[in-house]
């Protein structure tokens, strides 16, 4: 699916529950929009305080004074509001919170999230469609160069594409602005843009690359649509990116993409994990390694457009079958019958909420939430939408604070952060 609302939400929740490839699946009942607080498979201390009006199991309400300090509810609030149409976010080492607006601007929003301030000195962007200012990622030595970089639709000869350029942050100016990738070539339409922007702890920067609704150019390795491609901090190649033969371009590190739009690093393994839009159905989560290709256009658990569902799982019409391997690599997990259309994705290292610890989370559009996966090393083990109301909505990008909590942007206009946490 690409950003287009056109899935029926409703439907979209209620497929889920049938699952795939062993992946369990948590709180598939219907939690669509439950103001209820915490997650319902938490491995955690039993059944946390909730407000919700379900029977709480057995023990009448104790009036002991249980001198266990218990830890309080997570909840979900709104931390900054009044952003138009935000799409990435990346917090500054002084908590202060770099947004993106898809339009064409940059805002810096204040550590206690109360005050927006606009940053001057962002490139002409396409912001038709999908496009627009995209991601956005703070140079790992930000604090002796401060740089910023930053994703867009760029126009140019041919149509648009994915560009990514730095600048140095000096206040609220951007100043020293150097695009150092763009997307080739650039073709008609305004969708599958990407594009995330994550560093590698080698600082190199990683870039997802959506394949611009054209296909087969996913397999194309003399073009950069529906690739991630790996570069340095200015642009030129790293040496030790996989050899893909003569016709490659440069800077390709993973094929076979279609439109992902969030990536993350594992904190243990250090690999880039990264999350892309299924067609009708077949959203997934993979592990981008070196050289691999991830099947699109020519598989994918989902279907073509139009294609009618054949129950539940879909299994009739999945585009070439369904199963990558072994020519291809198969994903994680994914999402049938519908899509959920997945935007950002984090990895949840923080204490503030040790029984999210090593969860993966995922923000989605079309399904309007954040999902939790809680992994077993690399597999998926299980996988839950968050139950806060205040998530209940489109979301588009999620990330860790350097508090130790959460933070989702809802998108749309007017789009919010909201503050997970406890
Ligand atoms: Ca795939």
Redesign the pocket.
Known sequence: MGDSPLLPRRRALKGLCGLTLGVAVAACGGNDGEPVAGPAASPGPSPSPSPSPSPSPSPSPSPSPSPSPTPGPITATTFTSGLANPWGMAFLPDRRILVTLRGGSLVLVSADGTTVTPVSGVPAVNSNGQGGLLDIAVDPDFATTPWVYFSYAESGSGGSGTAVARAQLSGTTLQNLAVIFRQQPKVSGDGHFGSRLVFRADKTLFVTLGERQQGSPAQDLGKTLGKVVRIQRDGSIPSDNPNLGSGALPGIWSL?H?NPQGAALHPVTGELWEC?HGPQGGD?I?IVRAGQN???PN??YGCNYGDPYSGDDNTACRIGGGV?APT??E?LTYWVPVSQAPSGLAFYTGSLMPEWSGNLFMGALAGNGVWRLTLSGNTVAAREKLAFSALATRIRDVRQGPDGALYALTDGNPGRIVRIAR
């Open positions: 076979g279609r892309e997934e993979n991830y099947g699109w598989v994918s990558h291809y690599t994903p």
